[in-house]
């Protein structure tokens, strides 16, 4: 293996200016398109916090009435990573909405197949928007592809008058209208714009941890202007997202040289060509992040990220390949961090690669709290309890 | 490694005139326009392509012989490397705004869209995914995690598959306490998405690449749609 120098990011700086973004301001079309009655603008609800994009346009990231539009792999294979979402709503006391109403974006199996087109992408994405509207909540996207699937729609659509006229057209059909959000917002945004009050209400010390970040591709790569950037992380010469949120519990973010490599999902390769995943996954990121940061785990904010470089490194291990670090999303983390469950709620035997040794660093008795949510297991299984309420979480 | 061979005779049985047809068939598609604007061949999206790293592959040929209309070219790379691709659109970092994930994602259409050999035999395999996204709305569920479908996932697969229906009710989320999806899908929702399905042609797609999936797909469709009342499903 070639060892090329850490460039450090952070020794660089990007100047950001709303007036060199590659594209016009989607949102001043959109209210434009709205006032001669093509589409509604559905509006971020009034509690809002601002962050900065690439290019300095400031974007409004809802704090509540947001309505979860919840991600098949999260929910189907990682199950604690949107549940930690809920709960950090829940701590809060703020208003969310979790819908059934709801599917999937279908874009894993778009970019992975192609069977499927334009018209119906956009189609699925408007049913789920309206969904969210006709309930009065704002959509708060869960999945990374989903985030950056949706923010293409949102493009083509206002672009093409044909496709919004075919899609118009297909959303009359089902009773519902054409409408699209001012703002695509990840919730990877909820929570960094947040992270001033997890770190206030932080109840386990993570100020000698250190951690490796992966940026999600479909979040900073598709429509780059409308993810989120500070001047103070990596000099904004790459995204702040994940980041930013890690730093505010006081973890140490360390830089490894292939941060912009994907992990390895490729789609259609997790499912039926894995010995790419897992290859590209174990080589060009688990190892060189051991190699260059030896970080105790790995966050990131995506559902096939989480995945690919979690399950990956078991095969890496009969390899003899350097894996073994634990993969968490930044809302896993950021729910620890607030002194949530590791089983209950992080739901963490869901994962692949060994996380006690992190857990332990953490100081938390993770015997005595695998025992009690097997406790609750049990009670399922003997039918003296239909299910795991949120309150027995949080015993 | 095998080398991907980009000789023009390789698809000598197919006639200039199709290939050619095939290829005025992406360029019409309403993206054509933004995905392609010259090349400096400087081989940025090659260093930052995955795919490139462990495949015979490269989205700099990709994106020159589109660019030159070398329809030959263009026919091969539409029988063989664009399913190799990410779509991970690392490949936008082209300083010419070239995005050759792009360019793959209307090829990889077109191929399905024709029912192309190779594009079928690039799905075999992948039509259970299809069916669960068609049928449920979700790509992939919990039932999913079986051993036989993940033995590289390693054994925790099995501790999963074992405990799967406990473990989701172990979920605080209500929404979550399913095993066929991912989340509770009400039924209209789903009668919503089937629809779509019908009205964008998405059906007539999944017929020309995959027959038997297809008259799968319409059996579980058809039985739902009339309960719901829709016993005629043509649309303008």
Redesign the interface.
């Known amino acids: 293996m070639i060892h090329l120098p850490v460039v450090k990011a952070a020794d660089r700086k990007f100047e950001a200016n709303p007036d060199n973004a ?1 594209t016009e301001d989607l949102r001043e079309e959109l209210f434009q398109l709205e006032k001669e009655g093509e589409l509604e603008v559905i509006r971020v609800p009034d509690n809002y916090i601002e962050l900065p994009t690439k290019y300095g346009r400031m974007k409004k990231i809802p704090v509540e009435k947001t309505w979860h539009h ?8 990682i ?1 604690g990573y ?2 930690s979402i ?2 950090l709503n829940r701590q809060f006391g703020l208003d969310y909405y ?7 974006c ?1 874009a ?2 778009y ?10 992408q956009a ?2 994405a408007i ?1 789920n928007f309206a ?1 969210a509207h006709e309930v009065g909540y704002f959509p708060l996207i869960h999945c990374g592809t989903s985030f ?1 699937h949706y923010k293409e729609v949102r493009h ?1 659509l206002i672009h ?1 008058h ?2 919004r006229r075919k899609v118009k057209k ?1 959303m009359e ?2 009773g519902k209208k054409l409408v699209i959000p001012e703002e695509i917002v990840h919730y990877s945004e909820w929570v960094l714009a947040m992270k001033d009050r997890i770190a206030e209400r932080q109840e386990v010390d993570m100020s000698h941890i250190t951690a490796t970040v992966h940026p999600a ?2 979040y900073h ?2 429509i ?1 202007e409308d993810a989120i950037y500070d001047s103070e992380i990596y000099g904004a010469q790459r995204t702040a997202i994940v980041t930013g949120t890690l730093q505010a519990l006081g973890i140490n973010v360390g830089d490894y040289s292939t941060w ?3 992990c ?6 997790i ?2 060509s ?1 010995d ?1 995943s ?3 996954s174990v080589q ?1 990121k688990i190892e060189v992040m051991k190699e260059e940061v030896d970080p105790d785990i790995v966050v990131t904010h995506d559902t096939g990220c989480v995945t690919t470089l979690d ?1 990956s490194q ?2 890496g291990r009969a390899h003899d390949k350097k894996v073994g670090l634990p993969v968490m999303s930044d809302s896993q983390v950021a729910a620890l961090a607030m002194g949530a469950h590791p089983y ?2 992080l ?1 963490l ?2 994962h ?1 690669t060994d996380n006690k040794p992190f857990l332990r660093k953490l100081g938390l008795d993770i015997d005595k709290q695998w025992a009690e ?1 097997q406790a ?2 049990d009670l ?2 003997a039918g003296k309890k ?5 309150e ?2 949080d015993k | 490694m095998m080398a991907l061979d980009l000789s023009q005779n390789k698809h000598a049985d197919v006639s200039y005139d199709e290939k050619e047809r095939l290829f005025d068939e992406v360029k019409a598609d309403d993206r054509w326009q933004h995905v392609l604007y010259g090349c400096y061949e400087c081989g940025i999206c090659v260093a930052a392509c995955p795919s490139a790293r462990f495949y015979d592959f490269s989205p700099r040929v990709i994106a020159q012989a589109v660019a030159r209309e070398d329809v030959d070219l263009i026919y091969t790379l539409m029988s063989d490397s664009i399913w190799d691709c990410s779509q991970c659109f690392s490949c936008d970092r082209c300083p010419r705004q070239n995005s050759p994930g792009q360019i793959i994602t209307i090829m990889r259409e077109v191929a399905v869209k024709n029912g192309l050999q190779t594009a079928k035999e690039a799905l075999e395999g992948y039509g259970r995914i299809i069916y669960k996204i068609m049928s449920t709305g979700s790509q992939v569920s919990p039932d999913m995690l079986q051993p036989d479908a993940f033995p590289d996932w390693g054994t925790h697969v099995y501790e999963i598959a074992e405990n799967l229906e406990e473990w989701r009710k172990a979920l605080p989320p209500e929404t979550l306490h399913t095993t066929e999806t991912g989340w509770k899908v009400d039924q209209k929702t789903i009668i919503e998405l089937y629809l779509i399905w019908h009205m964008t042609g998405v059906m007539d797609l999944i017929e020309g690449v995959d027959e038997g999936l297809f008259m799968i797909l319409v059996d579980v469709m058809e039985e739902r749609l009339e309960e719901a009342g829709y016993d005629d499903i043509t649309f303008d």
Request: overall charge positive.
């Open positions: 590659p919840k991600s098949c792999g999260q929910c189907g294979h199950p949107s549940t809920f709960w979790d819908p059934t109403d709801q599917t999937s279908t894993w199996n970019y992975a197949s192609a069977t499927s087109n334009p018209e119906a189609a699925v049913r969904a950056g083509a093409q044909d496709l297909i059909r089902l591709c479909h790569k598709l780059e912009f490599d994907c390895g999902f490729g789609f259609r390769h499912l039926v894995r790419f897992r290859s590209f060009r399950q078991f095969a209950k709620v739901q035997h869901w692949n949510f609750e297991v399922i299984k239909e299910f795991m309420t949120w027995d979480a």
